[in-house]
């Protein structure tokens, strides 16, 4: 996780051991300081993520074709900034706001043919959405 501080443009960095070290007491804490890059634009970048994970949670629970294994979901935004050569001058989407986060799944190389919906990454896909909710 790299994300930028919107008061002083510090880099914060976090490798995967970091990742690892959160559990059910401070993942809310790590996703604070993934969002921390957003500045006062948290909330709707929040949103916009649970949109995106809550569409593909709904292609998850009419699929079954597929079951996936260590497939990561990828989420990036655009962080906030203060700088008028920096802003996003981006048509805006077509509901009329700006995009500010993409939700996208990486690492195929571990899928197979299935009968049945994929319980495993459902469960833990709405995991993810409830922990983003709770950060609206």
């Excluded at 920096?86 to 571990?110: C, K, W, Y």
Aim: proline share 3%; aromatic share 10%; net charge negative.
């Amino acid at each position: 996780m790299r994300v930028i501080s919107p008061d002083n443009g510090i880099d914060v960095v976090r490798d995967k051991t970091y990742g690892r070290s959160l559990d059910a007491a401070n993942v809310l804490e790590g996703l604070r300081l993934f969002l921390s890059g957003a500045g006062d634009r948290q909330s709707v970048v929040a949103h916009q993520i649970v949109q995106q994970l809550k569409s593909l949670q709904s292609w998850f629970e009419r699929q079954k074709c597929y079951a996936f294994y260590a497939t990561s979901i990828l989420i990036i935004y655009e962080g906030s900034s203060t700088s008028p050569s920096s802003q996003n001058t981006e048509a805006p989407s077509p509901n009329g706001r700006e995009t500010l986060a993409d939700v996208r799944m990486i690492d195929f190389a571990h899928w197979f043919e299935a009968e049945c919906r994929d319980e495993n990454f459902l469960h833990g896909l709405e995991h993810v959405i409830d922990h983003f909710t709770q950060l609206i």
